[in-house]
């Protein structure tokens, strides 16, 4: 079984500053990481994903994520936020393997961008 | 590409009405999943397809609620009757699952999800 948490329901930073969205997961498997994000009023987008290679992985918007298996963690992060940042941001896991499509998502972190 | 399309995007209902959600995935996708969205459960799968088949539907929370998938461009999310509690965003998503590698990776496309409220 997969599981996602997310530290934070919300979290504010100052427009320039360092985005930190935390993430922890636990899995049976070997996991697969996904960030996505909710505009509001919208479905969701996919930010950055996590498969395979490398544990560092880049997202669109200038984000990124790292991959810490000792810690089974996938934090995201943006060095300077944005005011177009403001928005919620899901951590999700599944399994690797084959044939099992189902998303496991953790509750949710609402990035605020303070002018 | 339209995208993943939902109707209606806004519903409200009596309690005991039944209500009818509908999905179009994106054209070729073989895999289509239902999503509930509520603050105080967070985003659930419901149930998901995998060429018209429903694969998982465990998440579906009680007989009150049935999914159907009759060809590859159209799925509906029944709930019959609706009760207040069913109050919530329901979203449909679709994903082509790529087997480049002994393992597949897929990402799931979100259609905007239609608000339902049941009073």
């Known amino acids: 079984a997969q599981s996602v948490t997310q530290l934070g329901s919300h979290v504010s930073v100052s427009e320039g500053a360092l985005v930190l969205l935390r993430c922890n997961y636990s899995?049976?498997?070997?996991?697969?990481l996904f960030w996505y994000v909710q505009y509001p009023n919208q479905g969701l987008q996919l930010l950055l994903k996590?498969?395979?290679?490398?544990?560092l992985v880049k997202g669109i918007n200038g984000f990124e994520a790292e991959f810490k298996k000792s810690e089974t963690s996938f934090h995201l992060t943006k060095p300077s936020a944005h005011m177009s940042d403001a928005a919620e941001y899901f951590c999700?896991?599944?399994?690797?393997?084959?044939?099992?499509?189902?998303?496991?998502f953790g509750t949710g972190t609402r990035l605020t961008i303070i002018p | 590409d339209a995208g993943v399309i939902q109707s209606p995007r806004h519903e409200v209902t009596e309690m005991g009405q039944e209500v009818t959600l509908r999905c179009k995935p994106i054209?070729?996708?073989?895999?289509l999943f239902w999503y509930r969205q509520t603050m105080m459960r967070g985003l659930e799968l419901l149930i998901y397809?995998?060429?018209?088949?429903?694969?998982?539907d465990s998440g579906m929370p009680e007989d009150r609620f049935s999914a159907k998938m009759p060809n590859a461009s159209f799925s509906t999310l029944k709930i019959q009757p609706s009760e207040p509690r069913d109050s919530a965003v329901y979203f449909c998503?679709?994903?082509?699952?790529?087997?480049?590698?002994?393992?597949?990776?897929?990402?799931?496309?979100f259609g905007p999800g239609t608000r339902l409220t049941v009073l």
């Open positions: 999700a896991v599944r399994a690797s393997n084959f044939g099992n499509e189902k998303l496991t």
């Open positions: 998503a679709s994903s082509l699952v790529l087997q480049e590698w002994r393992d597949s990776y897929n990402e799931q496309f």
């Open positions: 397809f995998n060429n018209n088949v429903p694969i998982d």
């Open positions: 996590y498969t395979t290679g490398a544990t």
């Open positions: 054209s070729g996708h073989d895999y």
């Open positions: 899995s049976s498997v070997p996991p697969y």
